[in-house]
């Protein structure tokens, strides 16, 4: 049998062991043990072999077999103890959803045991206007409660602002609101007298959201298309202002030619939005100029040729710019062509115009085109259908309602 090779003498560590051990403390324990022995081996995963170590160390002071088998089983203790903790410490929400939203709330509670979904009864009067109803409402009293709405058209968008506003009345502890998309103001330019800023609406409407018991409701929502919207909130509201970003990261380090990828932006703006985010990557940023009464894309810096390029926009809409932007790529020499937009707006079935490149024809094809789930109708419309791909918020989702 192998001698047992030494232990590093660590005496005032020791020390503390050994009246901890006296006492029987678990929480104590866990706590000082897991500090002497972190450079050593993983609590959780190694606890036999760190029993054999503690036992080893300290046997000059224990000298009977029933205190160290009584330890022995404080010390597991103490570790199931630990485990519980870190999940009694997810805080516990209640997620209602829309109708649209189903699907995206599922795949949100998936991601933790710490999301409870709860739904809504969503009907209509006979004159047309929304009849809604929150089953056992006085079974949220005291509960962080979220609500994932999908604001796709002025009709939805008025069917649940009376649930939003009535969410945090009823006694809850928190009340979060997941936009995902923030639809309005993607169109709108501000150059005339008489302009109107719906966007800047809507963000005072959900910012005049009644306070909870726990105080300003909190709103997440993502890559929001003008910057200058995150200001249009008042001090009612807490805006938490998430990025899809990170989800096509991860899954550019997963393509075959990952190392040959890079990343193109169709316009100034988009640059400003996401260049930090993407700043390992090789850049090419496009710009639209006026050559007479037409304004056509050009490519203002970098070079596109004989990469992998991924076009990268917050969304789309008719795919106008976007296709001008991949043909001039590939006049460029762009071997491949693909796309990211965080919301696939995609009115009047526009999606249709991207067609999927098997190989050779990245100037009137893409060989992907990822979208996340934030626009739940177009999921439906263009899942499983080359060259799309959806890239699930849920997991984002699940993160930021811890906090």
């Known amino acids: 049998m192998a001698a047992t090779p030494p232990v590093p003498s660590f005496p005032e560590t020791t020390k503390s062991l050994n009246r901890l051990l006296l006492s029987h ?64 410490n997810s805080k516990k929400v209640v997620l209602f959803y829309s109708a649209e939203t189903k699907s995206l ?19 209509k009067f006979p004159d047309g206007f929304p009849n809604i109803f929150i089953p056992n409402a006085q079974g949220i009293r005291g509960q962080h409660v979220a609500f994932l709405a999908s604001f796709s058209s ?10 939003i506003y009535a969410l945090p009345k009823l ?10 998309f923030f639809p309005t103001g993607t169109s709108e330019r501000m150059e005339d007298e008489g302009d109107i800023a719906t966007a800047f609406t809507l963000a005072r409407l959900l910012s005049n959201i009644p306070i909870s018991r726990g105080g300003p409701t909190s709103l997440v929502t993502f890559d929001i298309h003008a910057l200058q919207e995150r200001f249009y909130f008042g001090d009612n509201i807490l805006p938490c202002f998430e990025s899809g970003i990170p989800l096509l990261k991860r899954r550019l380090q ?22 930090k985010q993407l700043q390992h990557f090789p850049t090419v940023v496009c710009a639209k100029v006026r050559e007479g009464d037409k304004r056509i894309v050009r490519i203002k810096e970098g070079d596109p040729k004989g ?4 076009i990268v926009d917050d969304l ?60 739940p109708l177009t999921v439906k419309e263009v899942m499983h259908r080359a060259p799309f791909e959806v890239l699930s918020l ?9 906090i």
Request: aromatic content about 10%; proline content about 4%; glycine content about 6%.
């Open 394 to 402: 849920a997991s984002s989702i699940s993160a930021s309602l811890q």
């Open 316 to 375: 789309v809409q008719s795919g106008g710019t976007l296709i001008e932007c991949q043909k001039v790529l590939a006049a460029h020499g762009a071997a491949k062509i693909s796309a990211y937009v965080t919301h696939g707006i995609f009115p009047n079935k526009s999606w249709e115009r991207f067609g999927h490149d098997n190989g050779g024809s990245p100037e009137s094809a893409l060989t992907y085109f990822w979208i996340t789930d934030s626009c």
């Open 171 to 180: 006694f809850v502890a928190s009340f979060t609101l997941v936009l995902p």
């Open 105 to 123: 709330a599922y795949n949100i509670a998936s991601e933790s045991d710490a999301i409870e979904l709860r739904s809504i009864s969503w009907g």
């Open 307 to 310: 990469r992998h390029i991924v």
């Open 254 to 275: 997963d393509l075959p030619d990952s190392d040959n990828i890079s990343v193109a932006f169709p316009d100034d703006g988009a640059w400003k939005r996401f260049h």
């Open 25 to 88: 403390s678990p929480r104590l324990l866990s706590s000082n043990f897991r500090f002497s022995f972190s450079a050593k081996c993983s609590f959780e995963n190694h606890r036999n072999s760190t029993i054999e170590h503690f036992s080893i160390m300290n046997r000059d002071s224990i000298h009977n077999n029933s205190t160290n088998s009584s330890f022995s089983s404080s010390l597991v203790s103490a570790s199931s103890s630990g485990s519980q903790l870190n999940s009694k």
């Open 154 to 163: 002025p009709a939805v968008i008025f069917e649940q602002i009376p649930v």
